[in-house]
């Protein structure tokens, strides 16, 4: 199973951890990269400080890779964190809402890659010519903030694209080895994957998250700018339909994300000892795969079991060819 987006990020299986933003922490990270994934910190909820301190922890734990998304930064405080990743020992910056050129060669100078979240194929094209060296095609299936073009759609455009320049990782809604077979058979290099490892031990929630994970059916989740100003994808909710009917218009982002916070709708990035956590009205990013997640597994063997997953389906691919 290996493919060149190992080679490029010095690693066993082709499966990334995404950077959830208030998920993965120093332990989801850990036991990803250990495992032999890649596991990337999502620091778009951590102050500088705390970012520095999830890299430090994440290194006391694992000796494998590791890389660190940051959803956006104010400007000049972009460069500064990247200076800090490349200090921590991280081999890739992954940028979730668009990176500048500027940032993209300091990350270069750094010896950091290049990461970036594409929803669409002009956005992978932009970000290959502006030198990222992997792109994530991003479906609408995918938990988090998210466009309108499904991952079948999506990835097989986007690898036709720039697939001859940059690896293609594929996200949206993958919980198992057969979503990275199928990946992999629309010509991506690997696999992106946040929502399913969610529900592991290791995942960093507030208390319901993961009942919510466990209980919610495929058609649980909806796209809505309640909680950040931004289409975002999220387990729906009795705040979400109030606020769809209300007709009501979110603050641009980051703005919706100070109000909900501020009203006490979001507490990504806290804990199971975190108060005022009420399911029916809290932000919780998730994808459509959902409804096929009914166990908490640990994230180490999550990785494993999706690699022996994928073999035995590239094995029933095998025989059917040869029928
Ligand atoms: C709880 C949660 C938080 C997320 N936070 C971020 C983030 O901070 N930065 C980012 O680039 N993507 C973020 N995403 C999107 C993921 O990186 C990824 O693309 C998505 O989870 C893949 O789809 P899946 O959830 O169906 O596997 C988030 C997704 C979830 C579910």
Known sequence: MRTRLCDLLEIEHPIMLAGMGGVSYNRLVAAVSDAGGYGCLGASVMSHDQMVEEMT???????KPFGV???TAAPGDMEAAVIAIAEAGANAFVAGLGVPRKVVDLCHELGLLVINMCGRVNHAIDAVDAGCDIVVAQGTEAGGHTGRVASFALIPQIVDAVGDRVPVVAAGAINDGRGLAAALCLGADGVWIGTRFIATPEARTVTGYKDRLLSTDSDGTVVT??????TCRVINNDYVAEFEASGAMADPFPGQVIKTFTEGLNHLGGDEDTLGVDPTREFMPAGQG???IDELVPAGELVERIIAEAKIVSGVLESISSN
């Open 69 to 71: 998304d940051l959803l």
């Open 225 to 230: 700018r309640a909680y950040t100003g931004k």
């Open 57 to 63: 922890a994440t290194r006391a734990l694992t000796d």
């Open 290 to 292: 959902i409804g096929g």
